[in-house]
């Protein structure tokens, strides 16, 4: 499979959805390169949003389409507002779909009901332990329960 032409490559990946190509990048070296090139992002991006918000949010500066595909894509999932959100263990500040802020982790354990729940103690507390981000963590971990005991009152 190493003596495959990038062209290959580049058709094969174009067959991906995001998920699957963020994946791939993972996989080796090579593959980080080939699955990070614009083109891809570029059509991915128009595939889901369309050719007019293309032109409106074509990436500038330094960014990537893969940047823009990434902030327009947690925009869908989180809003436009100022957020605390949580990934796994980690917590971001987020506005406007860029995170502004890496908040920290907790260790994950689970609740009575089987909810994932930030532990109370031992705290990673990485940018620093002030009293700012003992709230934040706070709302973050009251925002996760909430949206968990939605999640089963629908159900």
């Known amino acids: 499979m190493e003596g495959l ?3 290959v490559w580049m058709k ?6 995001h998920q699957n190509l963020a994946t791939a990048q993972q996989v080796c070296r090579k593959w980080k390169v080939l699955a990070a090139d614009n ?16 032109a409106f949010y074509a990436p500038i500066d330094s960014r990537s389409w893969k940047d823009v595909y ?8 989180v809003g436009l507002g100022l957020k605390i959100i949580r990934e796994g263990g980690d917590y ?8 502004h ?13 089987g909810c994932l729940l930030g532990s109370e103690i031992g705290v990673e507390e990485e940018p620093s332990s002030g009293i700012l ?7 973050g971990d009251l925002e996760a329960a909430s949206a968990c005991g939605k999640r089963k009152r629908e159900v």
């Open 70 to 77: 990434e902030v327009q894509d947690r925009c869908d999932r």
């Open 133 to 139: 981000d003992k709230i934040l963590f706070f709302l």
């Open 39 to 54: 083109n891809l992002w570029s059509n991915l991006f128009k595939e889901r949003w369309g050719s007019d918000h293309a």
């Open 101 to 113: 802020r890496h908040l920290g982790s907790r260790p994950q354990g689970k609740g009575a009901d």
């Open 92 to 99: 971001y500040l987020v506005h406007l779909g860029e995170v």
């Open 5 to 7: 032409p990038a062209d």
């Open 12 to 17: 094969i990946f174009c067959l991906l959805d």
